[in-house]
């Protein structure tokens, strides 16, 4: 018998093992037989090759942000050495990289730097030289929020509303909707301020201006939007933590769970409360006095109710390809285009069916291509739900023949052999985009009865494929379930 069963060996599942075998609990890690499906026909994965690894499911590998540092203080832990003089596990070790400037479409179509510094797009200086080249007219109806009264102080829900109406539509089409769509998924009227920029509207009533608040917000959206990863990639955090485990004696399972079932104290098949968990492995069961859950997990046979993998509520589609530099960055190698060494660019693109998709390119912040071609190129799909949303209903050959359509617009005439065929294509969880979805999402795990249970319920899907509060909740959750198995809680 061991103490805690762990089914999942992503970052999530794992650093839930490493909070129990730190404090002398048994362990054994295994993985689940088969992914957990995800209504209309697409399984969540990471995509193919790089990072396509069970660690990275539920979650977009390079896109991880950590609002709180609380992902970076885990892989800190992660890599630190267990005595002096130690060995640290490098590959464990965050890597920070800021946002990029960003290059946006102006009212005549042609590429302009963004105006900084702007929080989600909203500028702090609306008269700037590069919100009047992005704006035009607009911007003289942006300097309006300079003067207004603040009619409904800092109560605004709506990030979209709030943006119309202080700063008026172009800066909201022009300037904020892009950032959003690339993020979220949806327009920036269906993303809650406090979702995106938490704090913003408190600085609105203090600065007395949207503008004024994007300013004094500037540095700490920079902090949040920060994309953190492990130094060797995520495939090689999964091996680091494997590693650390293996030093506090934890077993790894050969073969893959096929089925939990849970004992009573009275012998009982039905009792609110279990004594014991038979986690059954090929050719035997395994007992364990807790079980842990990922998200390939939680559709296993046995698992309670309350722990099943019901999928996230609103996903959406991912297309990732390598592309030659782009007629943006040619011109200001040239200095046609007085834009000084672009890193990345985004606009949101109308496919054929009249979904409206987020098109960003990316290099690196020194300059230094990704990738031989230099360049990659992230189509982002509309969020919609599991079932009867857009992001889907189509098949996966729907979805490549949409992007085929959309490299070719983008890029002006790339055929689809040379794009689309090439793109890494995934289904993922969407953000949440407002306070009300993440709360009913995330009502289970804080409800009496999951703080009650032997039976936790980790992984990125639990959180919308927020790997950084996924790893801190299930840290969390791991510490109150270790104290109640040591005695230490009742």
Same mark, same amino acid.
């Given at each position: 018998?061991?103490?805690?069963?762990?089914?999942? #060996?992503?970052?999530?599942?794992?650093?839930?093992?490493? #909070?129990?075998? #730190?404090?002398?609990?048994?362990?054994?890690?295994?993985?689940?037989?088969?992914?957990?499906?995800?209504?209309?026909?697409?399984?969540?994965?990471?995509?193919?090759?790089?990072?396509?690894?069970?660690?990275?499911?539920?979650?977009?590998?390079?896109?991880?942000?950590?609002?709180?540092?609380?992902?970076?203080?885990?892989?800190?832990?992660?890599?630190?050495?267990?005595?002096?003089?130690?060995?640290?596990?490098?590959?464990?070790?965050?890597?920070?990289?800021?946002?990029?400037?960003?290059?946006?479409?102006?009212?005549?179509?042609?590429?302009?730097?963004?105006?900084?510094?702007?929080?989600?797009?909203?500028? =702090?200086? !609306?008269?700037?030289?590069?919100?009047?080249?992005? *704006?035009?007219?607009?911007?003289?109806? =942006?300097?309006?929020?300079?003067?207004?009264?603040?009619?409904?102080?800092?109560?605004?829900?709506?990030?979209?509303?709030?943006?119309?109406?202080?700063?008026?539509?172009?800066?909201?089409?022009?300037?904020?909707?892009?950032?959003?769509?690339?993020?979220?998924?949806?327009?920036?009227?269906?993303?809650?301020?406090?979702?995106?920029?938490?704090?913003?509207?408190?600085?609105?009533?203090?600065?007395?201006?949207?503008?004024?608040?994007?300013?004094?917000?500037?540095?700490?959206?920079?902090?949040? #939007?920060?994309?953190?990863?492990?130094?060797?990639?995520?495939?090689?955090?999964?091996?680091?933590?494997?590693?650390?485990?293996? *030093?506090?004696?934890?077993?790894?399972?050969?073969?893959?769970?096929?089925?939990?079932?849970?004992?009573?104290?009275?012998?009982?098949?039905?009792?609110?409360?279990?004594?014991?968990?038979?986690?059954?492995?090929?050719?035997?069961?395994?007992?364990?006095?807790?079980?842990?859950?990922?998200?390939?997990?939680?559709? *296993?046979?046995?698992?309670?109710?309350?722990?099943?993998?019901?999928?996230?509520?609103?996903?959406?589609?991912?297309?990732?390809?390598?592309?030659?530099?782009?007629?943006?960055?040619?011109? =200001?190698?040239?200095?046609?285009?007085?834009?000084?060494? %672009?890193?990345?660019? *985004?606009?949101?693109?109308?496919? !054929?069916?009249?979904?409206?998709?987020?098109?960003?390119?990316?290099?690196?912040?020194?300059?230094?291509?990704?990738?031989?071609?230099?360049?990659?190129?992230?189509?982002?799909? !509309?969020?919609?739900?599991?079932?009867?949303?857009?992001?889907?209903? =189509?098949?996966?050959?729907?979805?490549?023949?949409?992007?085929?359509?959309?490299?070719?617009?983008?890029?002006?005439?790339?055929? !689809?052999?040379?794009?689309?065929?090439?793109?890494?294509?995934?289904?993922?969880?969407?953000?949440?985009?407002?306070?009300?979805?993440?709360?009913?999402?995330?009502?289970?795990?804080?409800?009496?009865?999951?703080?009650?249970?032997?039976?936790?319920?980790?992984? %990125?899907?639990?959180?919308?494929?927020?790997?950084?509060?996924?790893?801190?909740?299930?840290?969390?959750?791991?510490?109150?379930?270790?104290?109640?198995?040591?005695?230490?809680?009742?």
């Amino acid at each position: 018998m061991v103490d805690v069963y762990v089914i999942g #060996e992503g970052p999530v599942e794992l650093a839930a093992a490493l #909070e129990f075998a #730190e404090v002398g609990l048994s362990v054994r890690v295994g993985r689940a037989a088969s992914p957990a499906p995800v209504r209309g026909g697409a399984a969540l994965e990471a995509g193919r090759g790089g990072d396509a690894d069970a660690c990275a499911a539920g979650f977009s590998p390079g896109e991880v942000t950590d609002p709180d540092g609380t992902l970076r203080e885990f892989l800190e832990h992660v890599a630190a050495p267990l005595s002096p003089g130690g060995a640290p596990l490098a590959a464990a070790r965050p890597v920070a990289t800021p946002p990029a400037p960003v290059l946006l479409r102006g009212a005549d179509r042609v590429w302009r730097a963004q105006p900084t510094p702007a929080v989600f797009g909203i500028p =702090a200086v !609306p008269l700037s030289r590069a919100s009047i080249a992005l *704006l035009g007219g607009g911007a003289a109806r =942006a300097f309006l929020d300079r003067v207004r009264p603040l009619l409904t102080i800092g109560k605004t829900r709506s990030l979209g509303a709030l943006v119309r109406s202080r700063l008026g539509g172009a800066a909201l089409e022009r300037l904020v909707d892009p950032f959003v769509r690339a993020k979220y998924g949806v327009d920036a009227e269906r993303v809650d301020v406090a979702i995106a920029a938490p704090g913003l509207n408190e600085d609105l009533t203090t600065a007395g201006s949207l503008c004024g608040a994007a300013l004094a917000y500037a540095e700490r959206h920079v902090a949040r #939007e920060t994309r953190v990863r492990p130094a060797g990639g995520w495939p090689a955090l999964r091996d680091a933590l494997l590693e650390r485990l293996a *030093l506090y004696g934890v077993e790894v399972a050969e073969a893959p769970a096929t089925g939990v079932a849970s004992t009573t104290r009275d012998g009982g098949g039905a009792a609110s409360e279990s004594d014991a968990w038979l986690v059954s492995e090929a050719g035997g069961q395994v007992r364990a006095s807790a079980v842990v859950l990922g998200d390939r997990a939680a559709g *296993l046979p046995g698992v309670p109710d309350d722990a099943r993998a019901h999928g996230p509520r609103v996903v959406r589609w991912i297309a990732e390809l390598d592309v030659a530099t782009p007629d943006f960055a040619r011109a =200001a190698a040239a200095d046609r285009a007085g834009i000084a060494s %672009p890193a990345a660019a *985004l606009e949101i693109v109308t496919a !054929p069916n009249g979904e409206r998709w987020s098109a960003a390119w990316e290099r690196d912040a020194a300059g230094r291509p990704t990738t031989e071609a230099g360049w990659r190129l992230r189509l982002s799909g !509309p969020a919609g739900g599991r079932v009867d949303g857009p992001s889907s209903d =189509a098949s996966e050959a729907e979805v490549r023949d949409t992007v085929g359509a959309l490299v070719r617009a983008v890029l002006e005439g790339t055929e !689809p052999d040379e794009g689309s065929a090439a793109a890494s294509i995934r289904l993922v969880p969407a953000l949440f985009a407002t306070a009300a979805a993440r709360d009913e999402a995330n009502g289970h795990t804080t409800s009496p009865r999951a703080g009650e249970s032997t039976c936790l319920r980790v992984g %990125p899907e639990v959180h919308s494929g927020d790997l950084a509060a996924a790893v801190s909740d299930a840290r969390e959750k791991s510490v109150h379930l270790r104290r109640r198995l040591t005695g230490i809680a009742e």
